[in-house]
């Protein structure tokens, strides 16, 4: 790029310092890099060149973040140990202390609202406590999750403790031959046998969060997202069948049925209609606080254990499952969110959450730090709930506050950051 | 002329009839001998007394949407002197276009059961039957070959048609004229232009809040959108079909929209509804159609492959099989123009052994079982869209059922026959063309010019009220104002308010492709300001 003399804008003291030229790197050959490439100004580095933002995959985090020395304005993608967040072993183990911390200091009720993952115990050590459970609920239903793989791999359903005999056999290694990079690490977790059907279809939602900051916390909530529907019709019968339970799409992908244009997902906005229209909009608008309550609370349990950086945020993409009484239900917590598009539609929103990414990490000095709404995404915590009416005297101690969360809601994104935002530094206005 | 004292008597009469024996009618009987215990009911006062008890209790309002409803699909009432046929349908040529038109069809029907020999009619064996109740909700699992299944006709095939209607009292002695030769409907049918719209559709103008306009995210909810669903409310409360029709012109909340619907429609779910359902659902277990095939392939074509309704496919299964062997959905023959033939079974002898309508909604063919039976509704080329949108307000496929029932006798059947009635596909089309040459001249001529007639793209719109072309919310807020307003009109409005919307676009096109370029994506349209502003923002 050119070297001006100084190639960042000091603008007035109300802004921070915006950079005019922003080297990239970015590891990941989809959605991501038609962004960055037709982002104003914006430029990618080559291998070893310095680079002011990099949006890098976990792997190239664990090798080189501990090396690499960033100046202040620099920006990655990923925090150092999201994988307290992100692996569902650590998840579980944060969660739990979570819990206990709350119910400690708050209570049994405020406890209760912690409870929104299934009973979960981390294999092979905590396989006797989940052996007690087990016996405690005959005929229940359990899933088998390797700790760290994605896209469905390596998951499994059972029903009889002789299904998972060779876990047994792990329990009696001593502890120094545990080695994390040998043994595979599983987590079983209680399955939700009473899922939430459309039309005898089971789904998931996926919905994006972005944190810029754990410590203090201060988390945005994507207004789309999407549901996504089991190819086949739900039954407990058929356990075997992996593509009855799993709803992630690439496991569907590869189901006897799958139409590859189908793409099995509703948007958000469709699904929030539909509920709306089966139970009516004050139970959705519960569903939805309740789903808020996931991803607060999901995120103040690994607040202090996530080593806070300035130059790091994250977007994650989260898995909520819906049962019968519309309760949500933490499934996962992903890092990586996928972000190849399945079709244009899907394209078009990845594109934009993107984008809207990287208006609110802000390399370029354009936002004020104010602000409760950056396209589609809104401000969700900021060291505190954030509320959509504006504080002021009247709304002093008023129960009538509402969240400024609209997952599903309408996204006009474009129209808000034509009012929000000035044009890049070095482009015309308009 | 008959006078209007005796006209109602007539229908007070026929209505009576009607809603005499069904399970309102008991449950009021119930109801009155059951209250005559109770200590406000005084012999002296009897009458009246029992009276306000049903009244006070909601079963007069229940009989009040019962007749409501019957009111909405009485046939026309005629001179004494003409038969049925003519009140149904009073002009002669439609009449006989229908008929040609439903032969055509049943040739078509017959030469595919001919070609494919596949019987019309057959019974199922135990087995099948058995298989078929235990799949009955993941009847899409299945992936039968359908390939040589085709459907009967697509709506273009139904275009040619009424293009080609003729009116034998119009006289052609002025030879071709432009006038003449604008559009493609050659007939003269009376259709509103927009003076009259406004008339007609007050609720819609600008001076008048409403769903779809007034409750977009900018709108401050305290202005109109939380006061209609407070009242909304009292509707679904109250129970009144008249009010929640009236209600519904302006737009259903999405939380409410299910409970308004089924008011309007007066959908009760009594027993004798779920019996029936039931009955349908044992019809289906006991004999496969022909006509299922059509059916399933109608659904894998269109609804499993839309990007929201593929969800549904199975209930629209369970839907569609069950329609096609009601009977009761003939009755809407009595003010719909078609005449079913007659029915009969024969016996392996050939001798007519008894009359029986068996099974029901089946073309009149004789095939190798010799079961030969009535004509009813021959799915074609899109039928299911009627249907998928419904599924996204209705879980349970027994109300599902009843809903989509009472729209398609009350509105769905008159876009795919040939009638003279206002709300007929006949009259929309007309409509729709005269709306543009009315007011968008130089469009229309354009378009004719370069051979892209705008009913040619129109057309399917109108045939599906525009179910996959719009999104699901504002299609729903579309078919709001259908049942309130008890008129398919606004889908020939909204036709051409689409045309007026991209007539920038679609002056610079130079072919039909390019026109159909142009009009492929309704997806991102909202219906409500489209209608608005071409009613009442339009300089006429």
């Known amino acids: ?430 | 002329m008959m006078n209007e004292g005796s006209e109602l008597s007539v229908t007070i009469a026929q209505i009576v009839q009607r809603l005499k024996g069904t399970h309102l009618h008991s449950q009021l009987e119930k109801q009155a001998k059951e209250c005559l215990h109770r200590p406000e009911i005084r012999l002296e006062s009897i009458k009246e007394d029992v009276r306000k008890f049903l009244r006070a209790t909601g079963w007069e309002r229940k009989l009040q949407n019962a007749v409501y409803r019957e009111l909405h699909i009485l046939p026309p009432s005629g001179h004494p002197e003409a038969p049925l046929e003519h009140t149904k349908e009073p002009l002669a040529y439609m009449r006989k276009a229908q008929a040609s038109w439903e032969k055509r069809i049943l040739k078509s029907l017959n030469s595919m059961c001919t070609e494919l020999g596949v019987p019309l009619a057959r019974k199922r064996p135990v087995l099948e039957q058995k298989e078929l109740t235990s799949k009955w909700n993941e009847m899409g699992a299945d992936e039968p070959d359908l390939s040589k299944f085709r459907p009967v006709y697509a709506p273009k095939d139904f275009l040619e048609v009424l293009i080609n209607l003729k009116n034998p009292n119009h006289d052609h002695s002025d030879g071709l004229t432009a006038r003449s030769h604008w559009g493609l409907i050659p007939i003269s049918l009376s259709v509103r232009d927009v003076p009259q719209l406004r008339e007609a559709y007050p609720e819609l103008s600008l001076s008048c809040s409403q769903l779809g306009i007034d409750d977009h995210a900018h709108v401050p909810p305290d202005l109109f959108e939380s006061e209609h669903i407070r009242i909304g409310k009292k509707v679904v409360d109250e129970q009144d079909s008249a009010a929640a029709q009236q209600y519904s012109r302006q737009g259903s909340p999405t939380g409410l929209r299910a409970q308004l619907w089924a008011l309007i429609l007066n959908i009760t779910n009594d027993p004798e509804d779920v019996a029936h359902y039931e009955q349908l659902k044992a019809a289906v277990i006991h004999h496969d159609l022909l006509v299922d095939n059509l059916i399933y392939k109608d659904v894998k074509l269109t609804a499993s492959n839309d990007d929201y309704y593929f969800v549904f496919e199975d209930v629209l299964y369970q839907v569609l099989l069950c329609f096609s062997r009601d009977t009761a959905v003939l009755e809407h023959f009595s003010y719909n123009s078609a005449t079913p033939p007659k029915s009969y079974i024969q016996g392996k002898t050939g001798e007519e052994e008894f009359a029986v309508v068996y099974p029901p909604n089946v073309p009149l063919l004789p095939c190798q079982m010799g079961i030969v039976c009535r004509l009813g509704v021959i799915p074609f080329h899109g039928f299911s869209m009627y249907v998928a949108p419904l599924c996204f307000l209705y879980n349970e496929p027994c109300k599902l059922y009843s809903v989509f029932r009472e729209m398609y006798v009350r509105y769905f059947f008159r876009l795919h026959s040939i009638s003279s009635s206002p709300s007929g596909i006949v009259s929309l089309c007309l409509q729709f063309e005269r709306l543009l040459q009315i007011h968008l001249p130089q469009l229309f001529f354009h378009l004719q010019e370069i051979m892209a007639q705008p009913l040619r793209i129109a057309f399917k719109w109108m045939v599906r009220a525009f179910s996959g072309y719009l999104s699901t919310d504002q299609l729903l807020l579309l078919w709001d104002r259908i049942l309130g307003y008890d008129s398919l009109e606004l889908v020939a409005v909204l036709a051409a308010a689409v045309f007026a919307f991209r007539a920038e676009n679609l002056m610079e096109v130079t072919s039909l492709a390019s026109a159909e370029a142009v009009l492929a994506d309704l997806s991102t349209l909202k219906v409500m300001p489209l209608l608005q502003i071409f009613l009442f923002a339009n300089v006429i």
């Not at chain 1, 789904?203 to 789309?224: E, G």
């Open chain 1, 1 to 430: 790029c050119l070297h001006l003399a100084g190639n960042h804008i000091k603008a007035d003291s109300n802004h921070r310092e915006g950079r005019s030229c922003v080297r990239y790197k970015c590891s990941l050959m989809n959605t991501v890099l038609d962004v960055l490439h037709q982002r104003p100004g914006w430029v990618e580095v080559k291998e070893d060149g310095e680079w002011d933002f990099n949006w890098c995959d976990v792997g190239w985090l664990r090798e080189n973040f501990d090396h690499s020395y960033m100046e202040e304005h620099v920006r990655i993608c990923h925090f150092r140990n999201h994988y307290e967040l992100t692996r569902k072993n650590l998840m579980v183990k944060n969660l739990k202390r979570y819990r206990k911390t709350v119910e400690r200091e708050a209570g049994r009720l405020e406890a209760v609202k912690c409870d929104f993952f299934p009973l979960t115990f981390v294999l092979p050590s905590e396989y006797h406590l989940f052996v007690e459970d087990f016996k405690r609920s005959p005929g229940s239903t359990w899933i088998m999750k390797p700790v760290a793989r994605s896209q469905g791999k390596g998951i499994f359903l059972f029903r009889k403790l002789k299904d998972i005999m060779e876990w047994k056999k792990d329990c009696t290694r001593s502890d120094e031959q545990r080695d994390e990079a040998q043994v595979e690490s599983y987590v079983v977790q209680s399955y939700i046998e009473n899922p939430y059907l459309i039309h005898g279809r089971k789904f998931d939602l996926r919905v994006y969060i972005l944190v810029t900051s754990y410590l203090p916390l201060k988390a945005w909530l994507y207004r789309d997202g999407f549901a996504r529907f089991s190819n086949t019709r739900f039954s407990l019968r058929t356990i075997d069948d992996q593509y009855v339970h799993l709803t992630n799409v690439a496991v569907q992908k590869t189901a006897p049925v799958y139409n590859p244009e189908k793409g099995c997902k509703w948007q958000m906005q469709q699904l929030r209609r539909y509920l709306t229209a089966k139970h009516g909009t004050y139970v959705v608008e519960e569903l939805f606080k309740d789903i808020d309550n996931i991803f607060i609370r999901s995120l103040q349990s690994v607040q202090k254990v996530i080593i806070n950086d300035k130059h790091c945020f994250e977007l994650y993409g989260y898995d909520i499952l819906l049962d019968q009484d519309l309760k949500p239900w933490l499934i996962e917590v992903n890092a990586s969110p996928s972000l190849t598009a399945s079709n244009q539609d899907d394209y078009e929103m990845k594109y934009s959450l993107i984008e809207d990414t990287l208006h609110i990490v802000d390399m370029e000095g354009r936002l004020t730090g104010k602000e409760k709404r950056v396209g589609g995404f809104d401000l969700m915590w900021n060291d505190g709930p954030v509320f959509r009416e504006n504080a002021g005297l009247e709304t002093l101690g008023s129960p009538f506050q509402t969240a400024n969360t609209h997952l599903g809601g309408v996204n006009d994104r474009k129209k808000q950051l034509r009012q929000l935002l000035k044009p890049f530094p070095g482009q015309k206005k308009v």
